[in-house]
């Protein structure tokens, strides 16, 4: 019988495990990377949202934040009436980015470098060498251009070279008012005078905006705005008619004196205010190119000098004050002069029994010098430390000189008689002027100001107001009969004191160099001003306060009393004019 071959069972493989080994590898590698890089993503996330925001965040802002300076002009400097002396005004200011021009290649163009060099009259390798660097991104090329050189650079079309506007400091008077407003420098910044002594309150804040741009240029978002904080305004006292008027008059005298330099200066009698204030030489602050540090000095304030006999009014107003004397006195001068501990105090001339107005008329030395020997040292002192000498104005501005004021225990009799006739101590001609204005106000000492005033400043009586007009009367008689005849003005009662000194050499003792000086008061009747004239070292022979100063004075107030209306108190001797209708006399 056939044998059958026994089947072998079927094999049952198991499904798991169908995948072959190297496609299962594959498969965890796969996830493995994938399950990596997530976590390297979410740990980078983690480390930019939360250890270390602030560095992406500001690199994110540096790409689309924008801010805007909202910028202030300066603060005008006007006078009394708003009439301005110190204004900026815009103009453009070239710049360059030379990581643009290297972009655009724009060096190649010589031609037009060339052109833009002449125009700011350099040289054109010095203007390339500014913006050969294309690392930097921002270069000034030329600082305040005319509205001219503006437009032609603008016509130029240099990639990379543009404009941006700035302000410039301008000042409308010029050198008239120069050493009083002072100057800024090229960013605006206060360098003297004024300028400088008020700088923050002339500068104010510049505001700020902050927003947000998209990739297109576009401003997406208002992030902040800061308002600007708007400069103030300086209102002075000063009449800018009464100034340039005093400044024309001064530089004339300078001139005609040959003189080293001259000052002038009016004060308001009632208020203190200072009406005009001017030097000769000065400046031009809107042009630099030729400015000397000398020209620079507000010698008004800066420069002291001994008075002479400016003071002699107030030696008299001493000794009414204290008594000695009564207006109507009289001493005797013979023989013309005095022998002080082996030294000499003469006049001209003999001129014997002289009143107390007689001695300021003739200026008499032996006069005063017998006034100031009865008073005595500590008296005379304390009377020029009434009206104010070696001690500051009010005024407060830079540079102020307190002069030279004697503290010391023991004063002989010749210095005692060389103080009453202006020596021995120095004063500015702004303190000179503070002196007479305390005895044109009735003995009333007020401090001096440069800002206009709504009312007078408070002030101290010093000295008694019928002692201080009867000096005035004296000084009318200086005028009208001796030593200041060319300070008379024409329809005004005028009184004033010359002065006279010479100079003190560095060596010691003095030199042949003098200074003239005028002070006075107008109209004597009802004082509404005071005017101090100081002309430094006069090159001629008429080196006299009454030939170099009074006919400064006299010109400074004729027209000061027009230009403030103050109707003329001294008619009776002036000839009437009939008006002419015209056509000839039969």
Do not use: C
Request: without cysteine; proline residues 5%.
């Amino acid at each position: 019988m056939a044998m059958t071959p026994r089947r072998k069972p079927a094999v049952k493989r198991n499904r798991k495990n169908t995948k072959p080994v190297g496609t299962q590898w594959r498969f965890y590698v796969a996830v493995g990377v994938l399950f990596s890089v997530f976590s390297v993503l979410i740990a980078r996330a983690a480390y930019i949202q939360v250890i270390s925001p602030e560095r992406y965040s500001m690199q994110g802002d540096m790409r689309s934040l924008r801010s805007a300076s909202l910028s202030v002009q300066r603060g005008m400097i006007v006078d009394r009436n708003g009439r301005e002396l110190a204004v900026s005004v815009p103009v453009e200011t070239v710049w360059a980015d030379p990581q643009r021009i290297a972009e655009h290649n724009a060096l190649a163009d010589t031609s037009r470098w060339q052109a833009l060099a002449e125009t700011f009259r350099m040289n054109r390798d010095e203007l390339i060498g500014k913006v050969s660097d294309p690392e930097r991104r921002f270069v000034y090329l030329q600082r305040k251009v005319t509205p001219s050189e503006a437009e032609y650079v603008r016509d130029l079309n240099i990639p990379g070279v543009y404009l941006k506007t700035e302000s410039r400091r301008y000042y409308p008077t010029g050198e008239i008012s120069a050493h009083l407003l002072g100057i800024t420098n090229i960013d605006g910044q206060g360098q003297e005078g004024l300028e400088l002594l008020y700088d923050e309150h002339l500068t104010g804040t510049p505001g700020k905006r902050v927003y947000r741009k998209d990739a297109q240029g576009r401003v997406i978002e208002e992030i902040s705005q800061t308002e600007a904080q708007q400069p103030k305004q300086l209102t002075l006292s000063i009449d800018q008619r009464i100034q340039a008027t005093a400044y024309t008059e001064l530089k004339k005298a300078v001139r005609y004196n040959q003189a080293t330099s001259g000052s002038a200066v009016v004060i308001d009698v009632d208020t203190g205010e200072i009406l005009a204030m001017v030097n000769s030489p000065s400046f031009n602050p809107n042009n630099r190119a030729d400015l000397q540090s000398f020209k620079m000095r507000n010698r008004v304030i800066t420069d002291s000098y001994e008075p002479g006999s400016t003071v002699k009014p107030l030696v008299v107003l001493s000794a009414l004050e204290n008594g000695l004397y009564k207006a109507g006195d009289s001493i005797d001068t013979s023989p013309g002069w005095l022998r002080i501990g082996g030294r000499r105090v003469s006049d001209p001339r003999n001129y014997g029994e002289l009143s107390l107005g007689g001695i300021l008329e003739h200026s008499s030395n032996v006069g005063v010098t017998n006034i100031a020997l009865e008073l005595g040292v500590d008296k005379l002192l304390q009377t020029y430390f009434d009206v104010g000498f070696g001690n500051d104005t009010g005024v407060s501005l830079l540079g102020e000189s307190m002069g030279l004021f004697g503290n010391r225990r023991r004063w002989s009799d010749f210095e005692l008689a060389t103080l009453s006739y202006g020596y021995g101590l120095s004063t500015t001609t702004l303190q000179l002027a503070r002196a007479y204005t305390t005895i044109a106000s009735g003995g009333m000492l007020r401090p001096l100001t440069i800002f206009r005033q709504e009312s007078p400043l408070p002030a101290e009586q010093v000295f008694s107001p019928d002692n201080t007009r009867a000096v005035l009367r004296m000084m009318e008689r200086v005028v009208s009969d001796g030593t200041a005849k060319e300070a008379k003005v024409p329809g005004y009662r005028i009184a004033g004191k010359t002065g006279t000194t010479r100079k003190i050499r560095a060596a010691g003792g003095y030199g042949d160099e003098y200074v003239a000086l005028f002070a006075g008061v107008a109209p004597a009747s009802n004082p509404e001003v005071v005017v101090v004239v100081t002309i430094n070292e006069p090159g001629t022979d008429d080196y006299y306060g009454g030939t170099a100063a009074a006919p400064v004075f006299s010109e400074i107030v004729g027209q000061t009393m027009r230009l403030l209306n103050v109707p003329p108190d001294n008619l009776h001797n002036e000839p009437m004019k009939a008006a002419s209708m015209g056509g000839s006399a039969p």
